[in-house]
């Protein structure tokens, strides 16, 4: 499936609020004062910066955007189930990310 198609699907799901968030990610955000407003912002202008159709537990991506206040996010969430999973969200920040959306090479 087409990336831009994906995105249009996630932004729907997340607009009319039908999302699940995992434990994992309700950890990660609260770990790294992240709320549902932001996540939501920064899916509403994101891109998907790496697609895993064929991931183990189901296709999923990972997603940058931005928040109200220009912080950046990362969400990884589900691709093609009815309701919208959020399995974590986090700041990239180094030593793992060069910038938001470079990864540093292992």
């Given at each position: 499936?087409?990336?831009?198609v994906?995105l249009?699907?996630?932004?729907?799901?997340?607009?009319?609020?039908?999302i699940?968030?995992?434990?994992?990610?309700?950890?990660?955000?609260?770990?790294?004062?992240?709320?549902?407003a932001?996540?939501?912002?920064?899916?509403?202008?994101?891109?998907?910066?790496e697609?895993?159709?064929?991931?183990k537990r189901?296709?999923?991506?990972?997603l940058?955007?931005l928040?109200?206040?220009?912080?950046?996010?990362?969400?990884?969430c589900t691709t093609?189930?009815?309701?919208?999973?959020?399995?974590?969200a986090?700041v990239?920040?180094?030593?793992?990310?060069?910038g938001p959306?470079?990864r540093?090479a292992i």
């Amino acid at each position: 499936m087409d990336v831009d198609v994906i995105l249009a699907r996630i932004r729907v799901q997340a607009a009319e609020r039908a999302i699940r968030i995992t434990d994992h990610a309700r950890e990660e955000m609260e770990e790294e004062s992240i709320t549902l407003a932001e996540v939501l912002v920064a899916i509403a202008n994101g891109q998907i910066i790496e697609n895993y159709p064929d991931h183990k537990r189901g296709s999923c991506c990972l997603l940058y955007g931005l928040t109200a206040r220009k912080r950046p996010l990362h969400v990884v969430c589900t691709t093609s189930l009815p309701q919208l999973v959020i399995i974590t969200a986090y700041v990239p920040v180094p030593p793992k990310w060069i910038g938001p959306t470079e990864r540093r090479a292992i």
